[in-house]
């Protein structure tokens, strides 16, 4: 069967779909994710550089060992079962997004990473990128960032602001445009 | 359990970049999207989005004195995988207008009027064969504020999870015989036909129950099918 064709999220999407905690993985049903406990921020900002108001993005990572939370993982059995390794946010007024964490674990051939998508008004299909940490060695030997021209690589690094503070600004199109997956 | 994602025909899906629709210049990339071979971290997703986000049920059309105002509709709808095996246990989440076309939304500001007993969204988890059924009203045609005579005919948003992170879906869905459909620049960025129609749901005809709404069938295909076991 073929997929069904995609569509825009629109300007419309509920608010309460945006669930107040939704953008805190370090929890879930009370009980404390293993790990540590980061920050990733940015902004979201379309070709003219302005910020974008009430785009929604999701993620979805390994947990602290770099394992993913899902049975196709052949360690799913060993999963933290506090951690649900999804979440969702919407940016603010000013363009800007938020989400607490855990520093994922290097899944199996892979560096570091949590995987973005993004929603949003005029975007006819989800928006797919991958974020990176800063010095981690492992990053040079990560297939998926290999596949993104050498001289983009950078864009899918996140910034340390301060420990275990990332700040990652995303860029659809333009100056400094994110690098998306053709999927 | 191993899951495969194959790429699309790219017919099938909608241009990102469309005449008319002033946003979309804007906001889609100008680079070449990257190709990259899919690993374990896209061919895995969250299984159990309903311990984060609140479930909403299926009926949002309400009942007696809090009825809104609108046709009221069934839709039956099922999500199912390429192999067209059912997606069960997986979120959805579906929004739409209400039966003047106004949604709930501080960004309508738009003409029509707000029905105090529609808020036109539903949050709630498929059934063992994929399937999920909504009550509500049939959605009302809007103006987009383009000023060039582009009207969104009645549709249904919906966001699905499936299986894996490659096969997140937002997707809408609209109604059979609708003069709007041929005009709107949304629909008509899918550029092939036969994909459009599947866009459209299918009206049951009505046998007397429910008495008082009409059904409607809709098929969503999300990606991915199971890998072929390797022989011994």
Redesign the interface.
Known sequence: MIPSGEATIGPFFPRRYVDAGANDLTQLEGRKAKGEGIEIAGIVRQEDGTPLDNLVLEIWQADAQGIFGHPADPRFAQADAAFLGWGRAATSAQGEYRFRTIRPGAPEGRARHVNFMLMFSGLMRILKTTMYFPGEPANERDPVLAAVPAARRALLVAREEGPGKYRFDLRLRGEHETPFFDD | ???V?A???ER?????V?PG?P???????????????????????????S????L?GGDVAGHGETQAIGQLLHLRVRV?????APVGGTVV?M?Q?NAAGR??????DDHAPVDEHF???A?LVTDDTGSFLLRTVKPGAYPVPTKDGWWRPPHV?F?IFGR???S?????MYFPGEPLNAQDR?LN??PDAA??E??VAKLVPPTGDPYNALVYEHQ????GRQATPAQP
Do not use: C, F
Request: charged fraction near 25%; avoid cysteine.
């Open positions: 359990m191993s899951y994602i790429p699309r025909d099938t899906q909608p241009v990102r469309i629709y946003q979309t210049p804007w906001r889609n990339p100008k680079q070449p999207l990257v190709k990259r071979a899919p690993t374990l971290s896209e061919l895995t997703g969250p299984s159990n989005v311990r984060r986000v609140q909403l199912v995988d390429e192999d067209g989440e929004w207008a949604y709930i939304h501080p960004n309508d808020y036109g969204a949050r948003h966001s894996v992170w490659l997140r879906l937002v997707t809408q949304i960025a899918v994909a459009r599947r866009l969503i295909v999300v990606r």
